[in-house]
């Protein structure tokens, strides 16, 4: 029963770099996210998928790029980091609906671009 | 104006206390309302949902005001475990516009 599973933890890269995190959850949500947090701030919504073939920008969408692969699989890409990217993004999904409904988060990754 | 507003605290309160936070929120058309709590180091879990007629789940008692718009969170007779930050969340349209507070920190001291 693992839930949100995020790869990787940590992370650093130099700036200008790219990578993809990943996320997978098997618990057969159709709705999947793409939070970071950062220091002082709410968790901010990056890009969202409400089901799989589908994907929304949220609120902060600028320089990254997502990939709904399947049911399970949501990808979140930085093609050119920069250091306003560091920060610790999570992963979600979301369970329930109309009114009844929660998120289950991965494990997060912290990500640092020097 | 933030969208979701939360006093980022810290609370420090001893063991046994009773300690209580307060959120606003701006849209009015908001329609669902939780309190996650996240500890340190740690992704955010689901703590309880905030219904209109208030509800209750053991330590922990949840309000909403829609008039004034704003939700409460009381945890009576604090652990040291409840050391954590609480999220308020508030969203809109069946979930996909989903605003997180930027938390309040409680350390619950011995």
């Known amino acids: 029963n693992a839930g949100v599973t995020q790869t990787p933890k940590f992370q650093v890269l130099k700036t200008g770099q790219s990578m993809t995190l990943q996320c997978a959850q098997d618990?057969?949500?159709?709705?999947m996210y793409w939070y970071r947090q950062d220091p002082g701030m709410g968790l901010r919504l990056i890009y969202y998928s409400a089901s799989e073939g589908t994907t929304d920008k949220g609120e902060v969408p600028n320089g990254y790029n997502v990939s709904r692969l399947n049911k399970r699989e949501f990808s979140l890409r930085l093609e050119s980091a920069a250091p306003s990217q560091t920060s610790v993004y999570f992963c979600?999904?979301?369970?329930?609906?109309?009114?009844?409904?929660?998120?289950?988060f991965g494990s997060g990754t912290r990500l640092t671009v020097v | 104006r933030k969208e979701v507003e939360q006093d980022p605290g810290p609370f420090n309160v001893p063991e046994g206390a009773t300690v209580a936070f307060n959120c606003t929120y701006s849209?009015?058309?908001?329609?669902?309302f939780f309190w996650y709590r996240q500890d340190c180091r740690k992704e955010p879990k689901l703590l309880m949902s905030?219904?209109?007629s208030g509800n209750e789940d053991g330590r922990f008692t949840a309000q909403l005001n829609r008039a004034s718009q704003y939700i409460s969170l009381l945890i009576r007779d604090s652990k040291l475990s409840d050391s954590a930050t609480y999220l308020c969340?508030?969203?809109?349209?069946?979930?996909?516009?989903?605003?997180f507070g930027a938390g309040t920190r409680l350390f619950v001291k011995a």
């Open positions: 979600a999904s979301m369970w329930g609906a109309r009114t009844t409904y929660g998120y289950t």
């Open positions: 969340v508030v969203t809109e349209g069946g979930g996909f516009k989903t605003i």
């Open positions: 618990m057969n949500h159709n709705s």
């Open positions: 905030v219904y209109s």
């Open positions: 849209n009015s058309a908001s329609q669902s």
